[in-house]
Structure formats: structure tokens, C-alpha cells
């Protein structure tokens, strides 16, 4: 079948049949969403939604774009790591790559990466493929390619966690080193063409075909270290390899732009910011945290954005996205449904402060839900006397504002701004094909709350350790905070405050450097969503006990 007839087919067969009969989705600027939000996309039936989710989730867990540009041949890297002898050359590349990173072996790669190991038995959450604990961490993926296995990383290293044990699928990995991952990999193949790969590690041919593969594709990845631990710099990865690509259609991959790149702000500019949670998309229309990508599926835009990211050739991926758009619907349909981990699964309930919730409910209503939506809890319905403590916590209801909405509330507007350098992808035949549309904002959504107190830090930028300094006028609020991993829930975790414990002084000098953020600086100001919200012409209007109150109350939706 020659190119074209085969996207045709491909086109009429997802949109016309689907895998399960999927309903078609109105991705459209302005869609409805409605109350209660879209959790089942595709109006699934009980049993496909599940099976259909399952699936989706394992896409998320296990990168499954085998024509991605960027796949490193498994048995070298694997050898590379566990072998003790091979070549000198080798030998010496083994040692030098030591002293820079400390590496030992596969697995300190993969922590350093800060990805989070698999639970040790399968959950709902977390499914194993083919019934089997993978042998490598979450988001790194080994990949059957028509040249053997390759290895790559999924959506789960920037999107999973690990919350005091229990792993999280559509949860901020709030250690990610994704992007300089890619700036090694860029350096540790700088140092071998394919000739030289080929003679220090003595690969098969397969494993050589793979290396070149992504030799080349990394020609046309840019790249960029992010301000602070925690946030992403994805935005400008997709502009500065676009700015290695030919400006056409399909953003042809020509060695003069990846020789010659064009300017692009974002090479100096920050736009950071962190991973987005997955379980608030129901309750939007418009996606990224500026609200930008006004239209279009947004799992489908993510792995366009993934694949640029790469250097992969963009004909080839829109070939593989049209025959596997069940892949991409599986996987949209498990991140519309994810759910957010209750407060309730790792605190007690019996020591809650249930009546301080209730008056917290009043001030967000007051004061909050006009930008936030509304969350209809348990405790206020008819029947409310006869449940138990634990069922009155929970929301019945969710009902956002049919159209997401951005305000500019005065957080730091830097990665707003940066989407100035991503208006290009607009003109890309795979964007106008599937109506993909990007509009600059000022400004933020103000995202739906469910699930929040597992979200911290908080804001685009990380830029407010706790709740409570999300509720203090900026000047009160924490300069500094030390990212701890969520082992200990009452050590690594703050529940008054809800987010990270503040450190003294004397505690501060001691802690390793890598994990601490300093606000202040540009793309990391902490200023905002006071002024106009709780602060009337600079008085606040909150005070401990309310925000106690608050806090309370954001900790059971
Ligand atoms: C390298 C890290 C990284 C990887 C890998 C990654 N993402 Fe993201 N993702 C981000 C960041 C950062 C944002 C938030 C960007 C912003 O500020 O708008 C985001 C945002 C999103 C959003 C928008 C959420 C919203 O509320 O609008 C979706 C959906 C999403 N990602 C899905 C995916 C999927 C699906 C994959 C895999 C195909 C993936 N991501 C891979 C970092 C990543
Ligand atoms: C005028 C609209 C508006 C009002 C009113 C408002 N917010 Fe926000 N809120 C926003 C916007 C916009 C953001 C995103 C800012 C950013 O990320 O830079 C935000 C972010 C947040 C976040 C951080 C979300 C995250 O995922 O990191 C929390 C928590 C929050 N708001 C709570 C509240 C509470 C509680 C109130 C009431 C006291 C409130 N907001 C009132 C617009 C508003």
C-alpha cells in the first residue's frame, strides 16, 4: 500500500470502527465540559473501560512508539553497565563516565534519573506487562523494534511517583532528570560515531543499526538543563530541535539546521515548569498550564511533542500514529480517568479535623470557587448523619467551569511567555490534520483541586513548598525548600502545612545540595495569586485559623 491510501485507511478505520466502538471525542475549542467532568471519554462500557484503561496505563508505563528517534540498543547498554571486562577503550569509556557520575551500575543510572522503582507485586494502579514485574524502573521501557530490543523512556518518568510507597501513575515525578538524561546521552554520543561504537563495544549489527538510528535523530534534538530540581524544560526541547529542522510541514530533517540552528529565546529564557498531574483533565477543555493548547487530543499532542523532542522524522511518526491510534485512545482514555490518591489512604480520618473542614468549605466557596470550581462534599447532603466518618469526606460532585478558563493572578509569567517560541508547531501538517491549535496567553488555569494536597509543590513552578504558603501573601512566603523523596509520611511531609517540612538553619547546611530550590530568581519568582484573591489593597483577609480552615478542607477534595 503506498503512503497516502495507508493513512487513509488508517484515518477511516479509527474514526469510523474504533477498537471498542469509541464514541468520537470533541476535542474542539470550547467543548462542554460538563458536571462531574469526562471521565470516560469515550463512553466506554464497564468492562472496555477497564480493560481499555489497563491498556492505556501500560502505554503510559511503556513508551510504545517503536519508530521514536531515539532508541538506544539494549544489549550494549546493558552489557556496557553489568560487564566488568570487554575492550580497554571500553574499559577506559567505563571509568571515565565513572569519575563523572559515579555510576556503578544500570540501576544508579536509573536513580540518578530519579525514576521510581515498580511495586513489588502488581497493582490496579500499576499493572505488570504479561503478568511480570519489569526488571527496570518506571519509565524506562525496553522496546521490541524491528531490529531487536532497544531501550527508551515512557510518559511515567516525568508522570508517576512514588507517594510514601504507593506508585502513582498521572502523579508529578517530582525528581525527574528526563532532560539531562537526554543532555548526557547527547554528550556520551558525542564521543562515538557509529564507526568508533562500533569498535569500543563491539555491538551486533542490530545494536549498531539502533545506535545509528539515534545518532542521527540526536543531531536534531536541542536541549536545555531545567532552573531547579522538580521542573521540566520539555517547552524549550521542542523549540530548540525545532530550530534544528527545515521550517516546513513537516519539519524536514535537513544536517544544515542541525548544523546551523536558528535563534530561539528559549535557549537563554527559562519557561519551566513541572509535570502536570493527570487526574484534573477531566475537568478541562484546554490543556498545559497556561491553558495554550486550546484544541486538539492532548495525548496525541503529547507524543507528537515527545517525538520532536527526539529528532524523529515526523512522516514516519504520523504513519505510526495512524495505525496505532488505538494505542493513543487507550492511553487518552486511562489518563481521563485517573483518579487522585485520598488524603484518607495514608491519614488517620479518625484524627481529622472534620468540623474545621466544614468552615473551610465555606471560605473556599466564598472565596475560591469562583475561579476553581465547585466540589459538592458528602457531609452536606440529606442522609449525611448515617455515614461513617470516612464517607463523609468524600465529594460526590465535581463541577468546573464548563470552559477552562486562564487568569493572570501574578505568578511568575516566564513560561507563559515562552509559548511565543511554540506557535510554530500550528503550521505542522500532523497539528492541522488533527486540529492541534496553540494560542498564546497571559496567564494561568487556575486547576481543579482534587487530589491537591498530593501535588505539592505548588503553582507552575513549584514555587510554594505547602498549602500554607500558597495562602500567605508573597512576601510571608518560603524562600527556599529542601525537595525530600515521600518515604516517611510523617517525616518527609508536612500535614499541617500539607507539602514539604521547613528546615532550620542549622539543618540546612547539612543537606546535600542537589535537592534544594531557591526561589527568587527568573522563571522562579513566588509571587502571585495573593493580591485580588485574599488580599484586598494589601490586607489579608485570611488568617491562621482560616487558613487552618482551608487547608482542612483542600486536604479532602
Ligand atoms: C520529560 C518529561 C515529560 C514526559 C516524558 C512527558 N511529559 Fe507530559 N508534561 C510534562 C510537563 C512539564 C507538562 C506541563 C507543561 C506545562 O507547563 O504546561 C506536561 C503536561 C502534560 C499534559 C497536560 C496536562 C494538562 O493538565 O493540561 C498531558 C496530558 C501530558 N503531559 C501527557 C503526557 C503523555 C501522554 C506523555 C507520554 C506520551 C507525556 N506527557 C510525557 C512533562 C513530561
Ligand atoms: C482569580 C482566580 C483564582 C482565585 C479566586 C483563586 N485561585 Fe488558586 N489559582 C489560580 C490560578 C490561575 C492558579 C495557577 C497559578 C500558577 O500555576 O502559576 C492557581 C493555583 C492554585 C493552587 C496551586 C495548584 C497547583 O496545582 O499547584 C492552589 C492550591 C490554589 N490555587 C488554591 C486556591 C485557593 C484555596 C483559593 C481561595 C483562597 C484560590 N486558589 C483562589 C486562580 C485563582
Known sequence: ???????????????????????????SEGAFVPPGGRTNIYNLNED??????????????????EVSGILLPFHTVEGFFDSNGGAPFKRFLKAVFKSWQGYESFDEVQEWMGLNSYPEVETGDVPFLNGHRPQYRMGLTKLQTHHGPALTVSCAQC?????????VIGLTNRFT??????????????????????????????DLALYKHSYHS?????????IARGLDTSLAQVSLSLARRTKDAYASRDLYWAENPRHERLATEPADSKPATWWTLKYKNRWLSDGSLVSGNPIFTNFLW????????????????EVNMDVVEELTGAVFATKAPSYF?????????????????????????????????????????????????????????????????????????????LIQLNDLEISKKYGIKIKQQVGYVAPPLNGIWARWPYFHNNS??????????????????????????????????????????????????????????????NTGHDEGIFVKDGQNLLNDQTRYELIRYLQTL
Not at 503506498?2 to 477498537?19: I, M, T
Not at 457531609?379 to 468524600?394: H, P
Not at 498549602?467 to 525530600?484: E, H, I, T
Open 177 to 206: 532528570r528526563a532532560n539531562e538524561f537526554f543532555i548526557k546521552g547527547k554528550r556520551a554520543m558525542a564521543l562515538g560515531d557509529p564507526d568508533r561504537f562500533a569498535w569500543i563495544t563491539g555491538a551486533s549489527e542490530d
Open 218 to 226: 540526536m543531531k536534531f534534538v536541542g536541549l536545555k538543563k531545567p
Open 306 to 321: 515527545n517525538e520532536i523532542g527526539r529528532g524523529t522524522d515526523l512522516e514516519t511518526l504520523e504513519d505510526w500514529l
Open 464 to 525: 510554594a513548598p505547602t498549602l500554607c504558603d500558597v495562602l500567605l501573601p508573597s512576601n510571608l512566603r518560603a524562600k527556599r525548600y529542601y525537595l525530600r523523596a515521600s518515604v516517611d509520611k510523617n517525616s518527609d511531609f508536612d500535614s499541617t502545612c500539607n507539602g514539604y517540612p521547613s528546615v532550620s538553619r542549622r539543618n540546612w547546611r547539612r543537606l546535600p545540595h542537589e535537592n534544594k530550590v531557591y526561589l527568587g530568581g527568573l522563571g522562579l519568582s
Open 345 to 421: 489512604e495514608f491519614f488517620s480520618v479518625e484524627d481529622f479535623d472534620l468540623d474545621a473542614a466544614k468552615r473551610g468549605e465555606a471560605h473556599f466557596n466564598k472565596t475560591c470557587s469562583r475561579c476553581h470550581g465547585k466540589y459538592v462534599k458528602a457531609w452536606s447532603q440529606t442522609g449525611a448523619e448515617d455515614l461513617i466518618k470516612q464517607d463523609l469526606m468524600k465529594t460526590v460532585l465535581v463541577i468546573p467551569a464548563s470552559q477552562t478558563r486562564v487568569y493572570n493572578v501574578g505568578t511568575d509569567p516566564k513560561r507563559h511567555e515562552g509559548m511565543s517560541s
Open 1 to 27: 500500500m503506498n503512503r497516502s491510501l495507508l493513512r487513509a485507511v488508517g484515518f477511516l478505520s479509527v474514526f469510523v470502527f474504533g477498537q471498542y466502538g469509541y464514541a468520537s471525542v470533541d476535542w
Open 48 to 65: 472496555d473501560l477497564a480493560e481499555s484503561t489497563r491498556k492505556g496505563r501500560l502505554h503510559a508505563l511503556h513508551y510504545p512508539v
Open 159 to 167: 508522570h508517576s511517583a512514588n507517594l510514601f510507597g504507593k506508585r
